[in-house]
T-cell receptor, first 107, second 112 residues
Framework: KNEVEQSPQNLTAQEGEFITINCSYSVGISALHWLQQHPGGGIVSLFM???GKKKHGRLIATINIQEKHSSLHITASHPRDSAVYIC?????????FGTGTSLTVIP | KAGVTQTPRYLIKTRGQQVTLSCSPI?????VSWYQQTPGQGLQFLFE???????NKGNFPGRFSGRQFSNSRSEMNVSTLELGDSALYLC???????????FGQGTRLTVV
């Protein structure tokens, strides 16, 4: 079993749809990161969460520390949101990563 | 403040050669960790340095090594390159591991 599990692995949505990506983890943490990776490889950190909820534009991230679960929501999705979304959990001296969710938003 | 800078962004090497990649963390950050991303394996931990000391190492062969300098800049080296070393190499910097981390854009290495 992976320390960090993401679902779904692949997601196709119509432009404008509300999208949810889930991340469950088994390692103890003090924070969780959501990352975005566009084709071409560069990774951008979207959020770091240690509790509750954070919002940035159309992106919302929530975390439930007791349940070891986090969600990333995208409201009014747009084709430019097409990317791989990865959750990352720091523990000890390293990050554990989910396998990523590949999102395609169709116009 | 400036972000995490990885150089070079792209690199092509031939089998058997060695390569050195560089990661300059955010100013003031003392922890630098390195990861390899391949299509089949996702992101895997290579090693982490804090104040010039390697604190943790992933499950990679000895051909993969690294170091950190007094200014916190870190380098990783891969010797005797193999085709399977073709990957995106990513570094992350933080003041310590359980604080907010920032990721570089990565270095895409192609071994031919």
């Amino acid at each position: 079993k992976n320390e960090v599990e993401q679902s779904p692995q692949n997601l196709t949505a119509q432009e404008g749809e509300f999208i949810t990506i889930n991340c469950s983890y088994s390692v103890g943490i003090s924070a969780l990161h959501w990352l975005q990776q566009h084709p071409g490889g560069g990774i951008v950190s979207l959020f770091m969460l240690s509790s509750g909820k954070k919002k940035h534009g159309r992106l919302i991230a929530t975390i439930n520390i007791q349940e070891k679960h986090s969600s990333l929501h995208i409201t009014a999705s747009h084709p430019r949101d097409s990317a791989v979304y990865i959750c990352a959990v720091p523990t000890g001296n390293q990050f554990y990563f989910g396998t990523g969710t590949s999102l395609t938003v169709i116009p | 403040k400036a972000g995490v800078t990885q150089t070079p962004r792209y690199l092509i090497k031939t089998r058997g050669q060695q390569v050195t990649l560089s990661c300059s963390p955010i100013s003031g950050h003392r922890s630098v960790s390195w990861y390899q991303q391949t299509p089949g394996q996702g992101l895997q931990f290579l090693f982490e340095y804090f104040s010039e000391t390697q604190r943790n190492k992933g499950n990679f062969p000895g051909r993969f090594s690294g170091r950190q300098f007094s200014n916190s800049r870190s380098e990783m080296n891969v010797s005797t390159l193999e085709l399977g070393d073709s990957a995106l190499y990513l570094c992350a910097s933080s003041s310590d591991m359980n604080t907010e981390a920032f990721f570089g854009q990565g270095t895409r290495l192609t071994v031919v």
